[in-house]
């Protein structure tokens, strides 16, 4: 779950564009996850699909549910992801500033003031038979960061002339502000022993979104390259929901002797094609606010509104905005791909059954390593989609502003790469069949292209250290009842993300061309910048990334 927007937006879409940061378009070895749910698979660094000896499996790799005896869990992950952005002013950004930060010097660093996201998993294995085993998991979620995310809205600092503390906007603000994320992937899979020591699976998931984010952003009819001021910002929320995203997963575990397996493992889904509606209110970047007083009322946008909250004060149509639904988000969800290779050592002192997968109480020691692919080059724009005409205009008016629109194209470059990844992981038992500890490490690639970089997802080079363990407690002098007590911890480190050059993400504006840059007769502006663009980046500067998690998880052996 990581988040943000790329672009100062004008009122309506700089909220639009925040969605940018939804946590769920990728899994495990994209660039919005890190390796996986579950305590087992969490606290070996995500290498697990060999060994697929949980309920999770319905989602990991459906192969390793063939021979699973029949068990519950409910576990969580609870992350802490810290995110921060020192902002570099473009060297041609020439917009007044309340601290007037100069172009080439650095805003105030803010970082993101994020709570425990939560990130349930329920899930149960039945053992249809002893080839056949059905996994259904109503409750899954992606790994992602939290699922609640907010930076400052305001900084102090001081005046370097009249030496007082003055309150200005917060720097990032043109990409996010705070964001409120829901999303969950019911899945059920179906693992087949279909010969000795091969095993095939598949699941099917039914993903649901439900998204919401805000930010204080500039609403300007963007005339002049001086008018980005306070007094003519706005807060801005969108959201969004989808509430069908279909997707599958196929596996297979082939053992080729008793003590070594070879697994593979394919995700697709569908994107996330969300609708929704904004709503954006002018007057609430103010020393007031700032100081703790409420904002004035000001004129607002609600595109759910048929007459978009105030559209007859403009002369506008009295049902422009319809019955709502009038923004339109599509994110992709990239492709993955895994290899596994585990070996295992058995115990010697119990008898071996190929056809039972239960490491804790058949091994005495295992060690994986995963090969790991995403196709995140197939992530390269964010489409971000208001009304517009037929000349591509926009057609939403940003009450309170007069002559802005809300951009029919939206879109946010990220211009991703395939992420490339390795993960190594085990198990020992310290006490057979009783009391189980992990550990395991993990390495992934850059997907980021430097000038499109984001406080959205963490998309540099990233590595993690993980280690976690399972407390089996019997319930049976046959042992075939078990309460399980499990706990992983993983820690997540990234490279850091800066970037000052020329190009970058520029901000968005209410109007096609900015300044005396008039339309050309194609409906481009004069000065050759992209139609409701700014001229300059908004997203130079440093950016840094930290994420610890801890799953806690509880389990029932039937």
Partial sequence: MRIGVRRRASAAVLATVSVVGIPATAHATGITEFPDNGSEQG??????????????????????????????????????Q???????????????????????????KVCSQDGAGIVPQLALTYRISDRIGLGIAPLMT??????????????????????????????ERYLLTSATLVVVTPTIGIGVEVVDRLRLGVSFEWGIASLSFTNAVAATANTAVTSYLTNSEVQATASVHNYFIPGLTAGAIYSPSDSFDIAAWYKWAAPIDGVGDI???????????????????????????????????????????????????????????KIGFRYHKLRSDVPYDEHVRDPMAQDVFDIEADLTWANNSTFQNLQVRLPGNSVGDGTIPINGVAGAFGPPNADVAHDFHDVYGIRLGGDVNVVPDALAIRGGAFFQSSALTAQDQNIDFPASTNFGLALGGTYRIHLSKVKTNALELSLGYEHVFYMNESYTGTGGVEALAGTPCSGSNTETPNYTCSNNVTRYRSPWAVNLGTITNSINVLNVGLGYKF
Avoid at 87 to 102: E, I, Q, W
Wanted: net charge neutral; aromatic share 8%; hydrophobic share 30%.
């Fill in 82 to 108: 810290s995110t921060c952005f020192t902002r570099y002013k473009a060297l041609n950004d020439l917009t007044s500033d309340p601290d007037l930060v100069k172009p080439g010097q650095y805003y105030p």
């Fill in 142 to 171: 992606p790994s992602g960061g939290a699922s609640n995310i907010s930076f400052p809205s305001f900084v102090s600092t001081t005046n370097s002339s009249s030496g007082k503390t003055i309150y200005e906007p917060g720097p």
């Fill in 279 to 337: 709503t954006t209110t002018l007057g609430y970047y103010s020393p007031a606010v700032a100081e703790g007083k409420p904002a004035s009322p000001g004129s607002q946008t609600i595109t759910s509104q048929a007459n978009c909250g105030n559209a007859m004060a403009m002369g506008q149509n009295a049902t422009l905005c319809g019955s709502g639904n009038n923004l339109h988000i599509t994110v992709a969800q990239p492709m993955e791909a």
């Fill in 43 to 80: 606290g070996r660094g995500g290498a697990w699909i060999a060994r697929a000896s949980d309920p999770l499996a319905a989602f990991y790799n459906p192969a390793g549910l063939a021979g699973q005896p029949t068990r519950l869990a409910l576990q969580s992950n609870i992350n802490f």
